[in-house]
């Protein structure tokens, strides 16, 4: 594959290190001329001095024979720019940007970045699941599907207690994948009961994650 | 009008001042607390500290019920950033963007933005100057 990266911080001089070591032709981007030299002394002539956000740089990056783009450097607006050039002007299929404000995440695929990394959001994630008895966990999204799936445990309180899944008036666009009852995990079917206690692992949309919340374990968001 | 205006430079100073002495409501909106010294001493529009690519901030600044808003800092980038989270999220009717590097004003106005290309429009006006009107208007040095 031929890489472009633009950005070279500590997570541009990784991946260039680690993109080059699988075998890829790896070409850094960098707008300041020292960096590029210990990039050019340390991997060879594989950096380029210039503003990856000016398309004539990308030009001369080669960028329209490209397979991926991956802007990573510590500014969203250059990392949104350099994406939107590569596509827009050198129709690259895939582009990648790191967001440093993990809101923008949803903006950045709105105005059209295929993947978007959060390293805040990556940590946030962690730090959640590794709470225990946090009573609702998004524990992946499936972007392309715009689709999470989370877990939540049904609270003593909650109105889905004690009621069996066909009973249940759950939001649309989410269905319980799983049952998770004490040491045994379970696929349900209508007639489950839901008791206080149970993880449920649900495939949901991500606007009905609060709904869901709610349903299942209302007390713990007040 | 409600107009947010990002970058308090000597163009958004003075967009600012003449909107609020016309009547408008003004926020501007600047990273550097200093750069809002540029606008009068009796300015009567609104001034917030913080980076105009931050939703939050716009938000402090009122882009909800803005009319306009004008991305008038010195990076492009931000600037094309700032137009299109005021565009897309908060779907402001009237957003201008100021865009230096012409490759970069004519991608983004092919891509729906009103922009504003300082570096070709005072070529234009020099070379006309020079060589002639309306011989050079639109074409790059």
């Known amino acids: 594959m031929y890489v472009i990266l633009v950005g070279g911080g500590k997570v541009g001089y990784y991946l260039t290190k680690q993109l080059l070591e699988e075998g890829h032709e790896v070409l850094l981007i960098e707008r300041n001329a020292a960096k590029v030299e210990n990039f050019v002394e340390r991997f060879g002539a594989v950096a380029l001095a210039g503003d990856g956000a000016e398309a004539a740089t990308l030009a001369s990056a080669g960028a329209a024979r490209a397979d991926v783009v991956i802007a990573v450097t510590g500014d969203d607006e250059d990392n949104l720019v350099v994406c939107q050039t590569a596509r827009q ?29 959060s390293q805040t959001n990556f940590i946030l994630n962690l730090i959640e699941q590794s709470i225990p008895d946090r009573p609702f966990l998004h524990l992946m999204s499936l972007r392309h599907a715009d689709l999470a799936i989370v877990e939540a445990r049904v609270s003593g309180t909650s109105v889905v207690a004690h009621k069996t899944i066909g009973e249940i008036d759950l939001p649309m666009d989410c269905v319980i994948a799983a049952i998770s009852r004490g040491t045994h995990v379970f696929v349900p079917s209508g007639t489950t009961q839901l008791e206080p206690g149970d993880d449920v692992i649900a495939v949901t949309h991500p606007r009905e994650e609060d709904e869901l919340r709610r349903l299942l374990c209302e007390e713990c968001y007040p | 009008m409600k107009v947010v205006i990002m ?64 991305a008038v800092t010195n990076g492009d980038n931000r600037n094309i950033m700032a137009a299109q989270v005021a565009k897309t999220i908060f779907r402001v009717p009237e957003v201008i963007c100021r865009i230096y590097d012409p490759v970069r004003e004519d991608m983004y106005r092919r891509l729906g933005l009103f922009t504003v290309c300082p570096t070709t429009t005072i070529s234009a006006m020099i070379l006309d100057h020079v060589i002639g009107a309306g011989s050079t208007l639109g074409s790059e040095t």
Do not use: M, W, Y
Not at chain 2, 37 to 48: E, K, Q, S, V
């Open chain 1, 89 to 117: 002007k050198f129709h690259v299929q895939k582009t990648i940007a790191r967001v440093n404000n993990p809101k923008n995440e949803q903006l950045f695929r709105l105005l059209g970045v295929d993947v978007t990394v």
């Open chain 2, 7 to 70: 970058g308090c430079g000597r163009v958004g100073a003075r967009v600012a001042s003449n909107l609020v002495n016309n009547g408008h409501d003004v926020s501007v909106v600047d990273t550097d607390s200093r750069a809002f010294r540029r606008l009068p001493h009796d300015f009567r529009g609104d001034t917030i500290i913080g980076t105009g690519i931050d939703e939050d901030v716009l938000r402090s600044a009122g882009i909800e019920d803005a009319t306009a808003f004008v």
